[in-house]
């Protein structure tokens, strides 16, 4: 008995397969005819309305294009002329600032650290000749003896 149901079911596959090509072929057909149908119905512009179309299509294009193209420069130019300028304004005002506040207190100590390197160097000129003039009385002590 297995055999006979084996061999139902083979046949059964193969009606099944026949069938399912026949659809197949039904449908390629059934489409090709639905596809020249739709393209007749299709209403193709005119060799005029074509190249006014492609015309108009070209034209936004290039004013897109350009309307980018100067978009991108005054963006380019502010960015180096405008934005670099304004850090550098920027930049000196804080060190301007920074001196302002700082001012009285920085003043006072280089105008200290300025008369204390004038004293150490009025200092150091006076001990040199003071050595000196040293030095030449006992080289005049020693000649005298």
């Known amino acids: 008995m297995p055999k006979d149901t084996n061999k ?39 060799p005029k309305q074509l190249l006014n179309n492609t015309v108009a299509v ?6 897109t294009a350009a309307i980018v193209f100067v978009l991108d420069f005054v963006f380019e130019s502010m960015n180096t002329y405008g934005i670099n300028k304004l850090k550098e304004v920027v930049e000196t005002t804080n060190t301007v600032d920074t001196n302002s506040l700082v001012g009285l207190d ?7 650290d300025n008369e204390e390197a004038t004293n150490d160097t009025e200092n150091n000129e006076s ?5 000196t003039e ?11 003896e």
Do not use: Y
């Open 58 to 63: 070209i034209t936004v294009v290039l004013i």
């Open 8 to 46: 139902k079911q083979n046949t059964k596959k193969q009606e099944v397969k026949k069938d399912t090509k026949k659809q197949d072929s039904k449908n390629k057909k059934h489409f090709m005819k639905d596809f020249k149908a739709e393209l007749k119905r299709v209403i193709w512009p005119t």
């Open 106 to 112: 920085d003043s006072a100590n280089v105008t200290t």
């Open 127 to 131: 001990e040199a000749s003071n050595e």
């Open 134 to 144: 040293n030095n030449v009385s006992e080289d005049s002590n020693s000649v005298e």
